[in-house]
């Protein structure tokens, strides 16, 4: 049902392209598991669905585990494609950041905050249409906390899989430092949609 994608990523800065291919096999492995669970869902209810139903349940609590798991490292990836950039000067997301933090420093420092928040998971902007404003999220696991509806602007991997081939866990600061200095931040623009 779901294919794996391929991402043209250039050399990253701080990023070995070791720590990106074993990155990248995880998130083959999400996409593979969000497959292997609407499979057996359908097989198992066409088998017996009321004597199945307990397994159907609990695999359906699952789902949103590897699914988002699958797309939110889609969304990480992508982020690197075509190499850094500087956001636009006069861009939709400078603006919006400007208003909703002060000013683009505090902008990317604000999401350096959320990103010391203890445990797994991910920072996530997302922009809010309802509201015209960005919001800045901790993520747990993939799934859980995620603000419903609203597109995500950045996603950024704060699980240890993500850096430790590459730093220990007290060097989880310098790896975000690598993150932003790598993000071409017009595919990040491209995101905001009204
Ligand atoms: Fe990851």
Redesign the pocket.
């Known amino acids: 049902m779901y294919t794996a994608r391929t991402f043209d990523l250039p050399e990253l800065k701080g990023l070995s392209t070791k720590q990106i291919e074993v990155?990248l096999a995880?998130?083959e492995g999400y996409v593979k598991h969000t497959n292997l669970i609407l499979e057996t869902i359908k097989k198992l209810r066409s088998e017996d669905a009321e004597k199945n139903a307990f397994v159907i349940n609990e695999l359906r609590r699952r789902l949103g585990f590897e699914f988002d798991g699958m797309r939110?490292?889609e969304y990480?990836f992508e982020q690197f494609e075509g190499g850094s950039t500087v956001a636009s000067p006069e861009g939709t997301l400078r603006k919006l950041a400007g208003e909703r933090y002060g000013s683009w420093e505090d902008f990317i420092g604000h999401i350096k905050e959320v990103a010391g928040t203890r445990g797994i998971g991910w920072v996530v902007v997302y922009f809010d249409v309802v509201a015209g404003a960005l919001h800045t999220a901790f993520v747990n696991d993939h799934e859980l906390g995620q603000l419903t509806g609203l597109p995500v602007v950045l996603a950024m991997?704060l699980?240890e899989?993500?850096y430790m081939v590459d730093y220990v866990p007290a060097e989880k600061k310098t790896y975000v430092e690598a993150f932003l200095e790598n993000v071409n931040w017009t595919v990040v623009e491209a995101r905001i949609k009204s």
């Open positions: 990155h995880l998130y939110m490292h990480y991997d699980w899989h993500a």
